[in-house]
């Protein structure tokens, strides 16, 4: 399958992410993962994008365009993707649709996930990440089960990202109200969009991604079981 998470920063796209591409056959695609290992790696698409994003400020379209054009030619995605962070404006969208053509594939859904401002705020000046396994914590919502020492890999080295403050916050929101959120209306016109409630526990929001994942899957089934139908019955 490959689909899109969408939803404002904060509204817990990573997490679930993760937790879906270790549940089913798809690999995580975050382009705010790359453009921060492109800024590690020092060079200098990755300098001048770590300058905006420290400001909350959206990168380029054509820098994030090229980044995902190129992760999904990767031989793993062939199994299926789900796309954390990108499209973020309609004309990443539009590059979305002509690529995925040109490449033969095609998205089986996006995943709106619906998360109030306050909830949103919380989340993000509270995350931190082990910085060895990169697993996703936060400060009240989901702490190590023994403090300091990350539950996936045991190693105590953790750290929290540099837009990740009261400050950038509001600048990330807006940008997200203006220029992503009518990717909602763009991708319901395509009768792609399906939408869950993002503000319960981690556990309750991903089996409800399951749930509508598990249903776009069986009536794409059924569809193609119905056109072989009235192909060959
Ligand atoms: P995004 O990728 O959308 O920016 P993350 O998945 O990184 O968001 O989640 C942001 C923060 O909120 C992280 O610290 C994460 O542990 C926490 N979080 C994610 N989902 C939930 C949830 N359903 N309830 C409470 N906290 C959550
Ligand atoms: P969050 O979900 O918390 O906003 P991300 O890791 O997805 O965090 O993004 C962090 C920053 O990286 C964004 O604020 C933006 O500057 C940049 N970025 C990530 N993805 C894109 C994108 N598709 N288009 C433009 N900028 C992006
Ligand atoms: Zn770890």
Redesign the pocket.
Known sequence: MNIILLG????G??TQAKRLTSERDMVQL????M??QSAESGSQIGID?KA??DK??????A??VDI?SRRIDQPDCAKGFAL??????LE?AAALDVMLDEKNKSLDAVVEMRVDDVEMVAR?VGRFTCANCGEGYHDRFKTPAVEGVCDVCGVSDFQR?A??NANTVTT?LM??YKKTSPLIGYYFAKGKLVTVDGMGTIDEVTKSISNVLDQVDGSAKSQSRGLLGSIFG
């Open positions: 404002a920063p904060g509204a796209k990573g975050s382009t705010g993962d453009l921060r994008a905006l994003m909350g400020e959206l990168v380029s379209d820098v994030v995902i954390d962070g990108f499209p973020r404006t990443q993000i990202r837009d990740d990330r940008a997200y």
